[in-house]
């Protein structure tokens, strides 16, 4: 691990503004996707802004009704706050699918939106990597890729996003709230929130330097059956091969966000209209213009499926 400095923010601003005046500067709150790429010299950032004594651990009610859920509220927290496992079963469930128990204790709301990529390519610092070193190329793509992206990729990187949480999110239609290093705070929706890997897949999020998250806020509860299924190489602490987060109503409306297909939690609203027609005319919308390799070419008759099951289970 390289040497660094370390500093602790007062308030959101402070560390907002100390970050921009910091290049090299990372935050840290529970430090459990940082902390490995930092051992491994993956993330090699020269001061440490402790973002842990800011008051954003809380879980509010909003005036419309929905929740605002602070940046350092941690994952066992939000999945088993009542208010949640009630109105937005799919979050809670598909927090509880991600990571181990410890895990959960000490990851953040925030740092869960923010982990990296699980690719191992990305990991393996003697092999090119676009998204850890740009311009290196990508050593996935001609190399064992069962884990990665069938959908949305690019010639430049094909890595997936880990987050189980972010799918829920996604489904959801979370709003992202931030401070920038002057001051500034913005409302984005979680869908503008992640970038398409293009020719800079290092780019990950659409936030500024510096700025800071500090909330995210669900709107008020849509009802309906919330599924979340995972499909992993054992039965815990495996990132997902696909998922599928649903919320299905009475009708068979309804929406659908998949995880381990892209570089972001992957929902086409539009896809969602093909609901009452069944899984099939749902996943020939979601993953169309899709790219496979011969190692994750079992991902698309794979999300058919599980998406199937999801609608048995939510018709039930």
Known sequence: MKSFTYERAATPAQAAS????????RFIAGGTNLLDLMKLEIETPRHLIDVNGLALDTIASTQDGGLRIGA?????D??????IRRDYGLLSRALLAGASGQLRNKATTAGNLLQRTRCPYFYDTNQPCNKRQP??????????????AVVGASDACIAT?????????????AQVET????GGTRSLPIAE??????????????LAPGELITAVTLPRPVGGKHVYRKVRDRASYAFALISVGAIVQRDGSGRVALGGVAHKPWRIEAAEAQLPQGAKAVTERLLANARTTHDNAFKLPLVERTLAAVLVEARA
Request: aromatic share 4%; charged share 20%.
């Open 18 to 25: 100390a970050a921009a005046r910091n290049p090299d500067a």
């Open 72 to 76: 350092l509220v941690r994952n066992t």
């Open 78 to 83: 939000l999945a088993a706050d009542a208010r």
């Open 135 to 148: 311009g290196t190329g990508c050593s996935a793509l001609g190399g064992f890729s069962r884990s990665l």
């Open 161 to 173: 996003h880990p987050s189980d949480m972010a799918v829920a999110m996604r489904a959801l239609d």
């Open 179 to 182: 401070v920038r290093s002057d």
């Open 193 to 206: 929130f992640y970038r398409a890997p293009g020719e800079t897949p290092h780019l990950e999020t659409t």
